[in-house]
């Protein structure tokens, strides 16, 4: 488990290098006392490991930029993949003061190591003619964040799947898969979304795809408040969701969604381990009080069950060892 003494620790994403995994996560100082408040403070933090349990801790990999700049109020969720010349690409959120933090957009920055990044020009915005924008009113920010990038199956270019909003349907049913392409990381077109509006959710947070045995699956996290007043009136509750699907860009078919853990865990994320075994891990969002917990839980095994990815293990987030990072 990985837990800090002085952080809140939430969302989460992995590089592995094949030596170690390298989980970046966000992350707040818990002087700020209310766990609320650690979304405007914000940043990237790194640690590594051999075995996805016992973790290093080194120097963040991304704090707020001098302003002004897209992201110079805080630093928020994204991945991060390999070109074929060996330079690693972070895409991840940025949040600025002038918008008061609402207006959310993506960025990216390189690394040779996974250890020192350097920030490029990109910045990505929600366009118009496929997503909703703040003006529109209808929800509290802009959602445009959460990059989840991967290659095309065929090797021409590269796919992101972002958390975004549909300029249309009920307000509180919205979410959508949004998607971008880019034949070299660099340049981005800003396409359709790859799911429709509709389906009983406000967003669909930190998305992820990967092929379990065979099957691919569309992971998103969704909280009972963001679910759409039909699904909260049938007593649906929230957490981290799947949707199997026929391809890594779908298309997906939110309705057919179902509930992987509840909200005591949150932003599902799977890894292989060495042995090439399918494991998620999620942070712990909240105790048996409600209460926000802020860390990250040790791996789970998966598995499909009645044509539905499962974790193994238990999920409430007392399962697995405490760890603290360099722990006395």
């Known amino acids: 488990m990985f837990e800090m003494r002085s952080s809140w620790v939430w969302d989460f994403w992995f590089a592995d290098d094949g030596d170690r995994y390298h989980l970046f996560f966000l992350k707040a100082s818990r002087a700020l006392q209310d766990p609320d408040r650690r979304h405007w403070r914000a940043t990237v933090g790194h640690a590594t490991s051999t075995d996805l349990r016992t973790w290093e801790e080194h120097a963040?990999?991304?704090v707020p930029a001098d302003g002004p700049a897209f992201d110079d109020l805080a630093t928020w969720t994204g991945s991060i993949v390999r070109d074929d010349a060996g330079l690693w690409?972070?895409?991840?959120?940025?949040?600025?003061?002038?918008?008061?933090?609402?207006?959310?957009?993506?960025?990216?920055?390189?690394?040779?190591?996974?250890?020192?990044?350097?920030?490029?020009?990109?910045v990505l915005e929600a366009d118009s003619a496929h997503y909703e924008k703040l003006a529109q009113g209808a929800w509290p920010d802009e959602a445009w964040r959460d990059p989840w990038v991967s290659r095309n199956a065929d090797g021409t270019g590269w796919n992101m799947l972002i958390t975004a909003r549909s300029t249309t349907g009920d307000p509180d049913q919205r979410g959508v898969v949004g998607h971008a392409f880019s034949p070299d990381l660099a340049r981005w077109q800003i396409l359709p979304p790859l799911s429709q509006p509709g389906d009983g959710f406000g967003q669909l947070e930190v998305l992820q795809t990967e092929t379990v045995d065979g099957q691919t699956v569309l992971l998103f996290s969704c909280?009972?408040?963001e679910l759409s007043t039909e699904r909260q009136a049938g007593q649906e509750r929230g957490g981290i969701w799947a949707v199997n699907a026929p391809s890594a860009?779908?298309?997906?078919?939110?309705?057919?969604?179902y509930l992987v853990?509840?909200?005591?865990?949150?932003?599902?994320?799977?890894?292989?381990?060495?042995?090439?075994q399918w494991q998620m891990l999620a942070f712990e969002n909240a105790d048996d009080t409600g209460a926000f917990v802020g860390r990250i839980t040790d791996p789970?095994?998966?598995?499909?069950?009645?044509?539905?990815?499962?974790?193994?293990?238990?999920?409430?987030?007392?399962?697995?060892?405490?760890?603290?990072?360099n722990a006395s």
């Open 249 to 257: 860009l779908g298309p997906f078919d939110i309705s057919e969604a």
């Open 223 to 225: 909280l009972n408040s």
């Open 89 to 122: 690409h972070m895409f991840y959120t940025g949040v600025n003061r002038e918008g008061k933090g609402l207006i959310q957009r993506i960025g990216s920055a390189t690394s040779h190591d996974l250890f020192t990044w350097t920030r490029t020009d990109l």
């Open 300 to 325: 789970q095994p998966v598995a499909w069950a009645d044509g539905k990815l499962t974790m193994m293990g238990a999920h409430h987030p007392s399962v697995g060892n405490r760890r603290y990072v």
């Open 60 to 62: 963040d990999a991304l």
């Open 261 to 276: 853990a509840d909200q005591s865990l949150y932003v599902g994320r799977l890894v292989q381990n060495r042995a090439g």
